[in-house]
């Protein structure tokens, strides 16, 4: 929680790494933690295997809120 209000008082869009299950999910959210990855919504995968994924074509391997969010910096 520390890291998070850090990051929210530098003003710095965070995004958690390793996120596994729903209940941390859910954490980061709620504190403000917009950007999440981890097992829970991929795992590794061979590159070849990734315009697939990407595509749609092969099953999501978990759901998401949907929201698309830039990961770029607002300059």
Do not use: C
């Amino acid at each position: 929680d520390i890291i998070i209000a850090l990051g929210q008082r530098l003003n710095i869009e965070l995004v958690a790494e390793g996120v596994e299950n729903q209940t941390q999910a859910q954490h980061l959210r709620q504190h403000g933690v917009q950007m999440l990855q981890g097992y829970l919504y991929a795992k590794p995968m061979p590159i070849s295997e990734f315009p697939q994924w990407l595509a749609g074509s092969a099953p999501p391997p978990a759901r998401h809120n949907g929201q698309i969010m830039s990961a770029m910096p607002h300059l």
